[in-house]
């Protein structure tokens, strides 16, 4: 809800894409992350390694997240971004004898792969879900490794349709010029006219 300078209200519709919106929202994000930079985010990531409950020494350790043995079979992957943002969140992975599970698709193509690749390094079972909690970007946007690796994404119902409806406003459409039609991986490159 807004207050327009004549006194009366006017409802804010998030799904409209104007200047209005774009400031607000930009605003809210800007605020946010001008709090998260006051985070003591190394002193958090060293409170995590004291935990009794969790490994002393690290399994993998990149800077931008370690993984650590936190049960029998249960990993947790715990993200610095102090270091960089390639996981930004937290996940992990459970391994039974038979199968196993990962957790989170992470930021980027590359989060998702380390968490695979440190599962790996535990063991070979057959992956049979990659599950996302929730459809934030910072969960979702490396599911697309699990995708070209095979492993089905699990999540909430909803969660691909919120993907796609919380990054963009329903009134928005991408230009799509005729050559963006084509398949972009292409054995000839092609330009646009």
Not at 72 to 97: E, H, M, Q, R, W
Not at 158 to 171: C, G, H, K, N, T
């Amino acid at each position: 809800m807004t207050v327009r300078a004549d006194g009366t209200h006017q409802a804010f519709n998030r799904n409209v894409f104007s200047r209005r919106s774009f400031i607000t929202q930009a605003s809210c994000f800007g605020a946010f992350y001008a709090l998260a930079k006051t985070i003591p985010l190394p002193a958090l990531a060293e409170t995590v390694g004291q935990d009794s409950r969790v490994s002393s020494s690290p399994l993998v350790d990149k800077g931008f997240a370690s993984v650590r043995k936190v049960g029998d079979g249960l990993y947790a992957t715990i993200s610095d971004p102090s270091k960089g943002t390639t996981t930004y969140c937290n996940g992990g992975f459970l391994v039974g004898k038979d199968a196993a599970l990962l957790i989170e698709g992470y930021s980027t193509v590359a989060g998702a792969s380390f968490q695979m690749d440190a599962l790996r390094s535990v063991s070979k079972v057959p992956v049979k879900g990659a599950l996302d909690t929730h459809y934030h970007y910072d969960h979702s946007m490396g599911n697309a490794f699990y995708g070209a690796s095979g492993v089905p994404l699990w999540a909430h119902a909803s969660a691909a349709q919120r993907i796609v409806s919380r990054s963009l406003p329903d009134s928005f459409s991408w230009p799509t010029p005729a050559c963006w039609r084509y398949p972009i991986i292409r054995s000839t490159p092609r330009s646009c006219p």
